[in-house]
Every structure is written in C-alpha cells, then in structure tokens.
C-alpha cells in the first residue's frame, strides 16, 4: 500500500515560510517524479511546483523566486520550501507521486496565510 504523507502546513502571516514535506512509502520512491499541487475554496487543483527522478525542476509563474521543491531519495521524502507566502497562497496543498501510469496523491496539507 503506497502512502504519501504530507507535513509543514499551518497558519502564519504574510511574509512568512513554510516547509513542506511529503514522506512517501515507495520503496522505488527515486523513480518517481513528484508535484506539489494546491487547491483554495472553490477553486481547482493546479500545479504549484515539480521535480522529475532526474531532478529538473518547474514551478509555476506564482511560485517562480518565492518556491523551491527539492527531494531525499535515501529519505523517500519530497519538500516544498515556500518564502514570502501572501494571502493568496491559503490552500490546501496536496504531494503528487507519478511513474508512468502510477499516481498516488497524498491527503493534503492546510496553508493559511493571514494579512
């Protein structure tokens, strides 16, 4: 049973950091390419920022100089450090494992940012 857990949200203010982190129970975890994924109320779930197995990186444009996804192979953990976070990055933020055909979301984890 593979198992994606994701930890680091919160509640802070504008300005602030977080470090997300998403622990994977893959044994072949370095095969994967991982996401993280975002979604607010009432909106859809989009790309935030991703990483493949032979580390290239993407971000999207509201994450390009303030977001950095990294990852641990030998930790089997993905992370996404976020600095200067604004109101709009309240979300729920969810970790994306995929290997060809193979995808496993995780439950997601609350990001608050109050003004």
């Known amino acids: 049973q593979v198992q994606l857990v994701e930890s680091g949200g919160g509640l802070l203010q504008v300005g602030g950091s977080l470090r997300l982190s998403c622990a994977a129970s893959?044994?072949?975890?370095?095969?994967?390419?991982m996401g993280w994924y975002r979604q607010a109320p009432g909106k859809q779930r989009e790309l935030v920022a991703s990483?493949?197995?032979?580390?290239?990186?993407k971000y999207a444009d509201s994450a390009k100089g303030r977001f950095t996804i990294s990852r641990d192979n030998v930790k089997r953990t993905a992370y996404l450090q976020m600095n200067n976070l604004k109101p709009e990055d309240t979300a729920v933020y969810y970790c994306?494992?995929?290997?060809?055909?193979?995808?496993?979301w995780g439950q997601g984890t609350q990001v608050t940012v109050s003004s």
């Open positions: 994306k494992a995929q290997w060809g055909s193979s995808i496993f």
């Open positions: 893959i044994s072949t975890f370095s095969a994967y390419d």
């Open positions: 990483i493949t197995r032979s580390a290239s990186t």
